[in-house]
């Protein structure tokens, strides 16, 4: 397996450091808003209608693709969290047991 020297690291590092860091997009307060109650209605927006609303926001195409894909996922981490399922049935509530 062929390993990186500590020079050949710095000097990676060195490259990264050197390209200006993109700045993270932090939605403004009407965008978030929109966007949520979007999602609220549709989980799976068309591309038309992705591109329709990141004109009306003044967002890029794929910054709204991006919120929504995150948004999906970030609704089933909280099943995940609540130890449910999307389906809305949790196994240890549909087990019935005799004391």
Request: proline share 3%.
């Amino acid at each position: 397996m062929w390993r990186q020297t500590e020079t050949q690291e710095q000097d990676t590092a060195k490259d990264r450091n050197n390209t200006p860091k993109k700045s993270r997009l932090v939605f403004t307060d009407l965008q978030r808003r929109t966007l949520l109650a979007i999602f609220k209605e549709n989980k799976r927006p068309s591309k038309e209608m992705q591109l329709t609303i990141s004109q009306q926001l003044g967002l890029e195409l794929t910054t709204v693709s991006n919120f929504f894909m995150n948004a999906r996922r970030r609704s089933l981490d909280k099943w995940a969290d609540d130890g449910g399922s999307p389906g809305g049935h949790s196994s240890a509530s549909s087990t019935c047991t005799k004391a």
